[in-house]
């Protein structure tokens, strides 16, 4: 059973860049879509972007001039880069499998901007 | 690309029907066969329910079923049973290789 973790710093200050990885175990992260989706507190999902396990990349507009997302398969992990952050960035946010169907999620990590 | 339009809840005694909507436009929920549901119990990790607008995936009880008419998803849930309370979220392609979610409806058992 493939499983994922997120793990990276839970306060980022603003201005700086929040960097977060996800662990896939169980599984080869070879030949598939992987996602970053957020929600922040009392509010909805909201995708950020994916990447195929070749390096392609697409991200929300909203977010693209900040995103990065980045795999590294000999780690069988990918990462998310988000620059210049502020407060409004503050969200639980969440690696997946999949594209348009996240297959698998993991657990979810809050990320808190603040000074 | 503005999030898509759920209702913010509903509700219905356990053995009855609900149904939970999701408006788009035709950029996206009426232009593709892409649109996915999510159940999300807080501080769970959200769970696929239903994707390609009715396909479940193995282990999601035939009780969740999904339609599209339109510019319109909607995620009908049968023989409500107490765990089913959660939030559901509509997730759908929007072109240009782009996702797009709804604002979520929180589903009460009651």
């Known amino acids: 059973q493939v499983q994922l973790q997120e793990s990276g710093p839970g306060l980022v200050k603003p201005s700086e860049t929040l960097s977060l990885t996800c662990t896939v175990s169980g599984g080869s992260i070879s030949s598939y879509y992987w996602s970053w989706i957020r929600q922040p507190p009392g509010k909805g999902l909201e995708w950020i972007g994916y990447?195929?396990?070749?390096?392609?990349?697409n991200y929300n507009p909203s977010l693209k001039s900040r995103v990065t997302i980045s795999v590294d398969t000999s780690k069988n992990q990918f990462s998310l880069n988000l620059s210049s952050v502020t407060a409004a960035d503050t969200a639980v946010y969440y690696c997946?499998?999949?594209?348009?169907?996240?297959?698998?999620w993991g657990q979810g990590t809050l990320v808190t901007v603040s000074s | 690309q503005s999030a898509l339009t759920q209702p913010r809840s509903v509700s219905g005694s356990p053995g009855q029907s609900v149904t939970i909507s999701c408006t788009g436009t035709?950029?996206?929920?009426?232009?593709?066969?892409?649109v996915s549901w999510y159940q999300h119990h807080p501080g769970k990790a959200p769970k696929l329910m239903i994707y390609?607008?009715?396909k479940r995936p193995s282990g999601v009880p035939d009780r969740f079923s999904g339609s599209k008419s339109g510019n319109t998803a909607s995620l009908t849930i049968s023989g409500l049973q107490a765990e089913d309370e959660a939030d559901y979220y509509c997730c759908s392609y929007a072109g240009s290789y782009s996702l797009v979610f709804g604002g979520g409806t929180k589903l009460t058992v009651l």
């Open positions: 390609d607008v009715s």
């Open positions: 990447i195929y396990y070749s390096g392609s990349t």
């Open positions: 997946a499998r999949g594209s348009t169907a996240a297959e698998r």
């Open positions: 035709s950029s996206d929920v009426g232009g593709y066969n892409y």
